[in-house]
């Protein structure tokens, strides 16, 4: 079965970086377009960025552009989500999810930028 | 990127129905857009319900009951969610979303209250 399942979550101080992982099982991760989501705490969803199958194209939410990489290891079965100059409104729950369809997410992990 | 309106909060009682909106912004028109519409309940991530783009070219997502279903009223540029025969698994909260021009973009979300 699809089996989705992010980490590298955790608490950061505003400026620094991080890199969420999101391990693929169960299906031709190299056949799918991914997304990152988010969530901050008792607020919305939030989009965050795709990346294409073969990973030549990506777009961005405008208020992440410049400053998260998304990127894929479709050898390794891996979404990526580098996230630089971190920020205190970047705190959210991150969701790997495949498209399209969007029928499969990961159960996400809590970034938490705090001074 | 473009906000997608949705009201915060809606109720009905068990076994009546429910009609939520999400209303486009008027240079976003609906009539050219895949609508996608998501259930979340705390602590989980999104669950993919269906999508609708006009009566020929729909679908649900795997498992999904037919009691939700999707539609447009393009004289409002506004997606509609129907829930019928409405059930207590059915309390949670409610997103849309669209593609307009390279992103994706979630409405701010509705919370469905079965009374």
Redesign the interface.
Same mark, same amino acid.
């Given at each position: 079965q699809v089996q989705l399942v992010e980490s590298g979550g955790g608490v950061v101080q505003p400026g620094t970086s991080l890199r969420l992982s999101c391990a693929a099982s169960g299906f031709t991760f190299g056949s799918h377009t991914m997304n990152w989501v988010r969530q901050a705490p008792g607020k919305g969803l939030e989009w965050v960025a795709v990346i294409s199958a073969d990973g030549s194209n990506k777009h961005y939410a405008d208020s992440v552009r410049g400053r998260f990489t998304i990127n894929r290891d479709n050898s390794e079965n891996t979404l990526f989500l580098q996230m630089d100059s971190l920020r205190v409104e970047d705190t959210a729950v991150y969701y790997c999810a495949r498209t399209p369809g969007w029928g499969h997410w990961g159960q996400g992990t809590l970034v938490t930028v705090a001074a | 990127?473009p906000v997608l309106t949705q009201p915060p909060s809606s109720s009905a009682s068990p076994g009546e129905s429910a009609r939520l909106t999400c209303t486009l912004p008027s240079d976003i028109n609906i009539a050219l857009y895949n609508i %996608?519409w !998501?259930q979340?309940k705390p602590g989980s991530?999104?669950r %993919?319900l269906l999508f609708y783009n006009s009566d020929s070219d729909k679908g649900h =997502?795997?498992g999904v009951p037919s009691r939700f279903s999707g539609s447009k009223d393009p004289s409002a540029n506004t997606g509609i969610l129907f829930i019928s025969g409405l059930q207590s698994e059915d309390e949670a909260?409610y %997103?849309c979303?669209v593609w307009p021009s390279?992103?994706?973009? !979630? =409405?701010? =979300?509705t919370k469905l209250t079965v009374l």
């Amino acid at each position: 079965q699809v089996q989705l399942v992010e980490s590298g979550g955790g608490v950061v101080q505003p400026g620094t970086s991080l890199r969420l992982s999101c391990a693929a099982s169960g299906f031709t991760f190299g056949s799918h377009t991914m997304n990152w989501v988010r969530q901050a705490p008792g607020k919305g969803l939030e989009w965050v960025a795709v990346i294409s199958a073969d990973g030549s194209n990506k777009h961005y939410a405008d208020s992440v552009r410049g400053r998260f990489t998304i990127n894929r290891d479709n050898s390794e079965n891996t979404l990526f989500l580098q996230m630089d100059s971190l920020r205190v409104e970047d705190t959210a729950v991150y969701y790997c999810a495949r498209t399209p369809g969007w029928g499969h997410w990961g159960q996400g992990t809590l970034v938490t930028v705090a001074a | 990127q473009p906000v997608l309106t949705q009201p915060p909060s809606s109720s009905a009682s068990p076994g009546e129905s429910a009609r939520l909106t999400c209303t486009l912004p008027s240079d976003i028109n609906i009539a050219l857009y895949n609508i %996608y519409w !998501f259930q979340q309940k705390p602590g989980s991530p999104p669950r %993919y319900l269906l999508f609708y783009n006009s009566d020929s070219d729909k679908g649900h =997502g795997s498992g999904v009951p037919s009691r939700f279903s999707g539609s447009k009223d393009p004289s409002a540029n506004t997606g509609i969610l129907f829930i019928s025969g409405l059930q207590s698994e059915d309390e949670a909260d409610y %997103y849309c979303m669209v593609w307009p021009s390279n992103a994706w973009v !979630f =409405g701010g =979300g509705t919370k469905l209250t079965v009374l």
